[in-house]
T-cell receptor, first 111, second 114 residues
Framework: GIQVEQSPPDLILQEGANSTLRCNFS?????LQWFHQNPWGQLINLFY???GTKQNGRLSATTVATERYSLLYISSSQTTDSGVYFC?????????????FGQGTTLQVKP | DAGVIQSPRHEVTEMGQEVTLRCKPI?????LFWYRQTMMRGLELLIY????????DSGMPEDRFSAKMPNASFSTLKIQPSEPRDSAVYFC????????????FGEGSRLTVL
């Protein structure tokens, strides 16, 4: 099956810093989403981004499908950005479109 | 707007007991997904329904697990009999229009089997 690798596994930032999270995948995809799991366990959809670039406030994401990676940018980080960030993809050749999740990047933003 | 609603939020039960988890998808969404999250295995898709019909149940661990979707606004995930290794957070999620759309999660049901 498709492999989804996220890096770094852990990240500690000082409030106000910027960061880039990476998601590599091993096959062509037609669906890629980024999620944030906050410290209370809620999973929030950040972006649906199978290709191209999107921005939402301090967050932006870019997917380069031909090179099989996606990047999530967090600017001017805040303590509320802490949590785990997941990338999830579905293989283009899949007949079910099942989303496969990476293992996540755990982000801690210190005040 | 109401999001995906799951119940119970927490369940503690003893090995061998039946567990039923419930989910109400976002109104108008026609695809529903059950995921399980553990430290060891991360987020795993158990089963998904499209228009109330199970499409992919290859992630259901074994016959002790079953899921139903009797109508567009309700689904259940049942474990019978439960075992300690079933302890996990079970998430329900829904989308509008199948697997190629944004996925919205409920708050999860934390199950502990003693």
């Amino acid at each position: 099956g498709i492999q989804v690798e996220q890096s770094p596994p852990d990240l500690i930032l000082q409030e106000g810093a910027n960061s880039t999270l990476r998601c590599n995948f091993s096959d062509s995809v037609n669906n890629l989403q980024w999620f944030h799991q906050n410290p209370w366990g809620q999973l929030i959809n950040l972006f649906y981004i199978p290709s191209g670039t999107k921005q939402n406030g301090r967050l932006s994401a870019t997917t380069v499908a031909t090179e099989r990676y996606s990047l999530l940018y967090i600017s001017s980080s805040q303590t509320t950005d802490s949590g785990v960030y997941f990338c999830a993809v579905a293989r283009r050749s899949s007949n079910t479109g099942k989303l496969i999740f990476g293992q996540g990047t755990t982000l801690q933003v210190k005040p | 707007d109401a999001g995906v609603i799951q119940s119970p939020r927490h369940e503690v039960t003893e090995m061998g007991q039946e567990v039923t988890l419930r989910c109400k998808p976002i109104s108008g969404h026609n695809s529903l997904f059950w995921y399980r999250q553990t430290m060891m295995r991360g987020l795993e898709l158990l089963i998904y329904f499209n228009n109330n019909v199970p499409i992919d149940d290859s992630g259901m661990p074994e016959d002790r697990f079953s899921a139903k979707m009797p109508n567009a606004s309700f689904s259940t995930l049942k474990i019978q009999p439960s075992e300690p290794r079933d302890s996990a957070v079970y998430f329900c999620a829904s989308t509008l229009g199948g697997t190629q759309k944004e996925l919205f999660f409920g708050e999860g049901s934390r199950l502990t089997v003693l």
